[in-house]
C-alpha cells in the first residue's frame, strides 16, 4: 500500500500539468519530503536521474543518506544511478583520503 502511495505522490509531484498550488501537490510535496529515503531508492531502481536531481535541488537530504543512496545503487546493480549519485557526492561533498600512517 505504501508503495502505491509513493508513487502516486511521485506522479503527481512531477506531473508538469498539476496546479502547483493545489493541496493535493502540497500533499504530495510533504510526503516525498517525510519519505525521501523510498522515494529515491524508487527513482534509483527506475533509473530516473532526472528526477533525483529536482529532489536533490529541493535540498531534502545529505550527505548520510548520499552515501545510503550509493549502497542500495550498487546493491541493485543500477549503473547510470550510481554514477549520477557518485558524481553528486563528488561536487557536494568531495571524497576523503584515508589516513594509513602508523
Not at 502516486?8 to 502547483?20: C, Q, R, S
Not at 549502497?71 to 544511478?81: F, G, I, L, M, N
Given at each position: 500500500m505504501k508503495?502505491?502511495?509513493l508513487n502516486?505522490?511521485?506522479?503527481?509531484?512531477?506531473?508538469?500539468?498539476?496546479?502547483?498550488q493545489s493541496?493535493?501537490?502540497f500533499e504530495a510535496e510533504k510526503y516525498l519530503?517525510?519519505?525521501i529515503r523510498p522515494a529515491?531508492?524508487?527513482?534509483i531502481q527506475l533509473e530516473d536521474t532526472e528526477k533525483m536531481e529536482v529532489l536533490e535541488n529541493n535540498g531534502w537530504f545529505g550527505e548520510k543518506e548520499l552515501e545510503s543512496f550509493i549502497?542500495?545503487?550498487?546493491?541493485?546493480?543500477?549503473?547510470?544511478?550510481l554514477i549520477w549519485l557518485l558524481?553528486?557526492?563528488?561536487?557536494?561533498?568531495?571524497?576523503?583520503d584515508k589516513d594509513f600512517t602508523l
Open positions: 508503495d502505491v502511495k502516486h505522490a511521485l506522479e503527481l509531484y512531477f506531473d508538469e500539468t498539476a496546479e502547483k493541496r493535493e501537490y519530503k517525510m519519505r529515491m531508492e524508487m527513482l549502497k542500495t545503487a550498487q546493491e541493485k546493480d543500477k549503473p547510470r544511478s558524481h553528486l557526492k563528488n561536487r557536494k561533498y568531495g571524497y576523503r
